[in-house]
């Protein structure tokens, strides 16, 4: 069980010191059908898409062809009453919504009593993702990535100093995606030691053991004086090979094109911490993962951010079996 720190002055029991928790999309989930082109909104336009109960906290979201599943997290890392935060003993919710935002079913899943940690993402380590041979890799702050075979072979497939977060222990590989050609894994770097307070996006080759030398830098967020550190989060990739990237530091949305060039920068007054990025139509569904060490049930919202672009279809997981006749 793993959880990510957030930096935010206000939480003073900590200084500046918050926690994060993982993100992630479901594995192999295509974007949804719905269209909001005949609407005709401006790109940034931000509604509610859903209501997130209690426990709250909605960390990831995974968008099939007709639900939209979103994860919660009630554990707190820094579970001090002093500070706000709370052990949980009730477990974890899985809620899934149609494509209206309608509440439609509940998923309980356990945890151990007393548990600081939760449920942050619906198909992560940190974040998972499938390339197109059916290997699952897996985003760790350690720092390090991990692969996983189809025939469920688990190994670090690659570690290097540049990977590891501001503090060691967190803000090192957070959110995953493989990109429209299939070749490369992007990862994001919440708050880099490398580039020190900055979030950072790297790119490594879809090869079986990637070097030193093969890691690319894809974009650096730097660190403006007077602001919050920008800490990535989230990513998703458009199908015109734009990447979204979540920032919870600064509450936006980075757009990033091919060539890895910030293009536009979302904002909007609904987002607290967005965390979790899908597809859906020509929107992107945004969770706000609402950390604070008092909870604020009105924040607890899945929003919906017209973008004016469609989604890239995630590669879903294979048996050896398959991959094998794929081959």
């Not at 990831?60 to 009630?74: E, F, H, L």
């Not at 897996?138 to 501001?166: C, E, H, N, Y």
């Not at 992107?284 to 049930?297: F, G, R, Y």
């Amino acid at each position: 069980m793993k959880k990510q720190i957030r930096w935010r002055p206000r939480w003073a029991a900590v200084g500046p010191l918050v926690v994060l928790g993982t993100i992630g999309l479901g594995p192999g989930l295509a974007p949804a059908l719905a269209d909001d082109s005949a609407n005709h909104p401006v790109i940034g336009e931000t509604t509610v898409f859903a209501r997130v109960p209690a426990p709250g906290h909605p960390f990831g979201v995974a968008v099939d062809n007709n639900r939209v599943y979103i994860s919660t997290s009630a554990g707190d890392f820094f579970a001090d009453p002093a500070t706000g935060g709370h052990l949980n003993s009730d477990g974890e919710r899985v809620f899934a919504y149609d494509n209206g935002g309608n509440l439609v079913t509940t998923t309980t899943i356990a945890t151990m009593p007393n548990s600081n940690m939760g449920l942050f993402g619906l198909a992560m380590w940190n974040d998972l993702v499938f390339d197109p041979a059916g290997n699952l890799f897996m985003t760790d702050d350690k720092p390090r990535l991990w692969r996983v075979t189809p025939d469920g072979q688990a190994s670090i497939w690659f570690q290097d100093p540049r990977l590891t977060g501001l503090f060691g222990f967190a803000g090192g590989p957070l959110g995953g995606r493989i990109d429209p050609t299939g070749k490369f894994l992007y990862f994001s770097i919440t708050v880099s030691a490398a580039f020190p307070g900055e979030a950072v996006v790297y790119r490594l080759p879809l090869i079986d053991h990637p070097s030193a030398s093969d890691l690319q830098l894809v974009h650096r967020f730097p660190v403006v004086p007077g602001q919050q550190l920008p800490q990535a989060t989230g990513l998703a990739f458009a199908a015109s090979g734009n990447l979204y990237v979540a920032l919870i530091g600064t509450n936006q949305i980075a757009v990033l094109d091919p060539a890895g060039n910030e293009i536009r920068r979302i904002s909007s007054p609904l987002f607290d911490s967005p965390w979790g990025l899908a597809f859906t139509g020509q929107s992107l569904l945004v969770t706000n993962a609402d950390i604070q060490p008092v909870e604020s049930p009105d924040r607890w919202n899945v929003l919906k951010v017209f973008v004016g672009e469609s989604g890239l279809p995630l590669n879903r997981p294979r048996t050896s079996g398959e991959a094998a006749a794929q081959s």
